[in-house]
């Protein structure tokens, strides 16, 4: 496969497992006729018919039930939330039903199911098209949550998601979906618990995920320059955290900085460094830079929108006063 | 004096039942009784715990409405009352008594409770505790069949499923939303509204500009009926008919049984807002002591064959108790088993 945009990336994961599998199928708001609010489902309708492009009404709690409901009697829907905030509308099928029942059933009934959608702060869309749900639902127990970055991961575990037998968030990001990247011909599955190491270095541990991995590389175009040597891990997988790989790193540079878009207060870089004080506290030459996303309702305005986010020169300093503490 | 709704009139004698079938619809209503009489003592005895939701009095509906599918082949979903739906699609006794005991012979393996019943086997696609939140994943399951009709060219997928849900429900979006769905789509869905009058302390008309549910149906241009779910052999019959036009693929039906809960919402409640003379008005309608009448009147049965019948249950009743004390707890080597589809 040439030159390829991230949504397409994602449109031909999900047109590879319709294709291969007639239990895979797409629901969800305009994903039908209308291709997707990002066209990840762009004509695929005209391809698999609309009862496997199902153009549901504006309901999210009971289309994502519905699907539940599928999963459980033996078909595999991928969910897509237009917007991945509107999908806190249905929390209670997330939480209850998608996560937590094959649990309460002793084991009775699988769901295997996708909920994907963008995320993320986009450029001025005000605070509730700005939502980072991967920090609401981290809790929830039964549930995956992956955030994919590039076309080459966003395909690859897209697929997988859709062959895991369980419940599967699937973050994307609203300004990613026209990155381009060149893709393998042959087809291919990313392992849904495992971290990518971006970079290999020894100075500093740096873990991030989704948009914010690219201002991390913005980041060490600087660093670079300056001498420094950190090593970045895109986390992909944000429940479970691959703690191998976290582990293997840490152990190498003993100091870590996590870049984040969540917020602060019970963010995914809350969970990060209270499982490296539970897991790794010895390893440790310096306490964890957390740096998030501010306390508070994203900004319309896009200078107060800016600041609620983390920028690359933030990770520079944070960089730099990390590696200088001496043990 | 106590305002009731007129039930609508229904000849029994056009429903025409045999003997077999006499005895497997009071068979039914029996086990389902006596199993949830047989629960309140447990409860009071301290073998079950949390919230008891008792189905005393509605025995109609789920023996109606069950026995007139296939089960273990059409689904089912139900809500936080669903002992007695287990039971009416072939959950055994034991496995629903060994659930509210916690034990890992449940049919929920212990995980679940008297809420949350399930069996994958019977297509009990389960209890769900939160108000309306059962009806997607019916809506769901009733998808799937079309899908597997007409996407997979599956002509053996003809399941109906059947949502039972209470008149409190209806106030709630997703019981709009889904009738939307159903109807759009003409899913292969029973929407079964077991209105007994009461949500928890809530009085229905109290809840909703327009009490009478089945007309809910109409602006959705689907079949809404209302039925004396007091009748197993009314409810029957209209289940039988919206279970047709499911399977012939003219969509849903939304029921409404009129029917009353004998015993308060939960065994924790104190049920201090229903008046003595509404409560006995509806003691008067028991749905067991209406059919037993009727079967003997209809020479379609001798007293000492409903006799009979009522020893046997009993004895399910309980060895169900016996069974569920004898059962083993779960192991807590495995209390994060069943977390994902690996475990």
Redesign the interface.
Known sequence: MAETLLFNALRAAIDEEMAKD??V?VMGEDVGHYGGSYKVTKDLYQKY?E??LLD??I?E???????????????R?IIEGMNMGFLLLAF??IA??AGM????????????MVIRGPGGVGRQLGAEHSQRLEAYFQAV??LKIVACSTPYNAKGLLKSAIR???PVLFFEHVLLYNLKENLPDDEYYLPLDKAEVVREGSDVTILTYSRMRHHVIQALKTLEKEGYDPEVIDLLSLKPLDFETIGASIRKTHRVIVVEECMRTGGIGAEIVASISDRLFDELDAPVIRLSSQDIPTPYNGTLESLTIVQPAQIVEAVQKIVALKV | MVQERTVPVFHAADASITKEEGALLYEDMVLGRFFEDKCAEMYYRGKMFGFVHLYNGQEAVSTGVLKAMRPGEDYVCSTYRDHVHALSVGVPARHVMAELFGKQTGCSKGRGGSMHLFSAERRLLGGYAFIGEGIPVATGAAFQSKYRREVMGDEQADQVTAAFFGDGTTNNGQFFECLNMAALWKLPILFVVENNKWAIGMAHERSTAQPEIYRKASVFGMAGVEVDGMDVLAVRTVAQEAIARARAGEGPTLIECLTYRFRGHSLADPDELRSKAEKELWFARDPIKKFSAYLIEQNLAMPEDLNAIDQKIQAIVDDAVQFALDSPEPSSNELYRYVFAED
């Open positions: 007639p239990t199928l018919g009862l496997r549901t009404p309901a709690n009971s289309f994502t039930g519905m699907a539940v409901g599928a999963a459980m009697t033996g078909l829907p209670n099928q209850n039903n029942l094959r649990y309460t059933s002793g084991g009775n009934f699988k769901i295997p127990p039964g895991d037998d369980n």
